[in-house]
Structure formats: C-alpha cells, structure tokens
C-alpha cells in the first residue's frame, strides 16, 4: 500500500513541479531569441483538452454502466 501511495504521490509532484517549471518559461507563442531557448515542456492546452475528453468519456460510460 505504501509503495502504490508512493507512486501516486511522485506522479502527483512530477505533474505539479513540471506545472510550476513551464507556468515560469516564455510562452511558445512568443517571438525572438528567448522563445526558442525557452520553450515549456508540456502543451498545457493539448493536455487540457485531452484530460476533458477522458472526463467526458469516463461520465458518459458510468451513467451507461449506473443506468443498467
């Protein structure tokens, strides 16, 4: 159990820490020398949506597993 919570915690602080790192880098949007050294390391708006679409599936699937 401790081994699973360890894991658990670690990917919760890798996400955050990598959040906090990028959230402090120039924006890929961003023009000049700076960007291109700069770039995050995570597309925070791909990420976004592709956590919602799992979130929708996941809802969709339990009210049609729950409805049976």
Same mark, same amino acid.
């Given at each position: 159990?401790?081994? !699973? ?7 919760? $602080?890798? &996400? !955050? ?5 990028? @959230?402090m880098?120039? @924006?890929?949007?961003? /023009? &000049?020398?700076? %960007?291109?050294? =700069?770039?995050?390391?995570? /597309?925070? +708006?791909?990420? *976004?949506? +592709?956590?919602? %679409? $799992? #979130?929708? #599936?996941? =809802?969709? +699937?339990?009210? #049609?597993? @729950?409805s *049976?």
């Amino acid at each position: 159990m401790q081994t !699973f919570f360890g894991m658990i915690l670690g990917a919760l $602080l890798l &996400g !955050f820490g990598v959040y906090i790192y990028d @959230s402090m880098q120039t @924006s890929s949007v961003a /023009n &000049g020398e700076v %960007a291109a050294t =700069h770039r995050t390391i995570v /597309n925070w +708006d791909v990420a *976004k949506a +592709d956590w919602d %679409a $799992l #979130r929708d #599936r996941a =809802h969709k +699937d339990w009210v #049609r597993i @729950s409805s *049976k």
